[in-house]
């Protein structure tokens, strides 16, 4: 059984929240041996000062998420709450989003039957990154085999530090470069891509720390081979929190927009990442879809 933990925080924000929706989206990219994904709550590994330490994640009322810490310090544990405030968009107003969707009577109407989306966003842009390529023109569960197997190729071995089972750590730049990557079962362009985007971020080229220029960022990024324009603004929207972030060349989003050509995206502007996450539950319900499957 888990001792108790260390930190105890009630994490606030403005409702109307879809907690499920979010929760949906975790589960389905959760990452091997460091994230887990239950009926009620979000538990992750995660490196502390220190050592290893975990957090979990729950609904502890329609206005606020309890966060509990294990084995964290006090500046740990302030780090960990303004990353898991980024990950569930709790700092977004819904009452602002709903005055940029109207602008658009596509838009509008698609937030008006799920006004509590919220951005959910990974750990940090480095592993939303690497994960986005390895998911690309696979379906998010092979994805996440890719994943497994390139954290067991290059990851560092370590112990969970709720279980003690061994697990391997999500690898650095310069394990990812000494690993041998034909472990990992994708294309020879992928595992290139793979060393490509290693290589920048060990050379200082491609440098993932924030706040900076996103418009640089998107740059760097586009011009490391194999990257494309989709991986470019996925890792934007998820990995960076840019709130206007938008994947046009997606799947979904492509139908979205020869569906209703009228669409006017610029108008709700620098909010069109929100456009991105109801236009993806759009397209589920009109299929019948879980959200955990199809919300981006």
């Given at each position: 059984?888990?001792?108790?933990?260390?930190?105890?925080?009630e994490l606030h924000?403005?409702?109307?929240?879809?907690?499920?929706?979010?929760?949906?989206?975790?589960?389905?990219?959760?990452?091997?041996?460091?994230?887990?994904?239950?009926?009620?709550?979000?538990?992750?590994?995660?490196?502390?000062?220190?050592?290893?330490?975990?957090?979990?994640?729950?609904?502890?009322?329609?206005?606020?998420?309890?966060?509990?810490?294990?084995?964290?310090?006090?500046?740990?544990?302030?780090?960990?709450?303004?990353?898991?405030?980024?990950?569930?968009?709790?700092?977004?107003?819904?009452?602002?989003?709903?005055?940029?969707?109207?602008?658009?009577?596509?838009?509008?109407?698609?937030?008006?039957?799920?006004?509590?989306?919220?951005?959910?966003?990974?750990?940090?842009?480095?592993?939303?990154?690497?994960?986005?390529?390895?998911?690309?023109?696979?379906?998010?569960?092979?994805?996440?085999?890719?994943?497994?197997?390139?954290?067991?190729?290059?990851?560092?071995?370590?112990?969970?530090?709720?279980?003690?089972?061994?697990?391997?750590?999500?690898?650095?730049?310069?394990?990812?470069?000494?690993?041998?990557?034909?472990?990992?079962?994708?294309?020879?362009?992928?595992?290139?891509?793979?060393?490509?985007?290693?290589?920048?971020?060990?050379?200082?080229?491609?440098?993932?720390?924030?706040?900076?220029?996103?418009?640089?960022?998107?740059?760097?990024?586009?011009?490391?081979?194999?990257?494309?324009?989709?991986?470019?603004e996925y890792v934007?929207?998820?990995?960076?929190?840019?709130?206007?972030?938008?994947?046009?060349?997606?799947?979904?989003?492509?139908?979205?927009?020869?569906?209703?050509?009228?669409?006017?995206?610029?108008?709700?502007?620098?909010?069109?990442?929100?456009?991105?996450?109801?236009?993806?539950?759009?397209?589920?319900?009109?299929?019948?879809?879980?959200?955990?499957?199809?919300?981006?």
């Open positions: 059984m888990a001792s108790s933990p260390t930190h105890i925080r924000y403005s409702a109307p929240y879809d907690w499920q929706s979010v929760l949906a989206f975790f589960r389905a990219h959760r990452l091997p041996y460091l994230e887990e994904v239950d009926d009620t709550g979000y538990e992750r590994v995660v490196r502390l000062k220190r050592s290893l330490g975990w957090f979990r994640v729950e609904q502890k009322s329609q206005y606020a998420l309890l966060l509990s810490i294990w084995k964290s310090t006090n500046e740990d544990a302030a780090r960990i709450s303004q990353s898991v405030r980024r990950m569930f968009d709790l700092d977004a107003d819904p009452a602002a989003i709903l005055r940029a969707m109207s602008a658009d009577v596509t838009l509008s109407d698609c937030w008006m039957r799920h006004p509590g989306l919220r951005l959910a966003r990974f750990w940090d842009a480095f592993e939303s990154l690497f994960t986005t390529v390895l998911g690309q023109v696979v379906s998010v569960s092979f994805g996440r085999v890719l994943i497994h197997e390139l954290m067991q190729a290059a990851g560092p071995p370590a112990r969970h530090p709720k279980t003690s089972e061994p697990i391997p750590l999500f690898p650095s730049a310069r394990q990812i470069l000494e690993a041998d990557l034909a472990k990992v079962r994708t294309s020879e362009t992928r595992r290139a891509t793979i060393r490509s985007i290693a290589e920048a971020i060990q050379s200082g080229t491609l440098r993932l720390t924030s706040p900076q220029d996103l418009q640089s960022l998107r740059k760097t990024m586009r011009s490391i081979q194999g990257v494309g324009a989709w991986t470019t934007a929207l998820r990995g960076f929190a840019d709130d206007n972030a938008f994947p046009s060349t997606d799947y979904v989003l492509k139908q979205k927009l020869k569906q209703h050509p009228e669409m006017k995206l610029d108008s709700i502007q620098p909010l069109r990442g929100y456009a991105a996450i109801a236009l993806w539950k759009s397209f589920a319900d009109a299929r019948n879809l879980s959200s955990n499957i199809s919300n981006g």
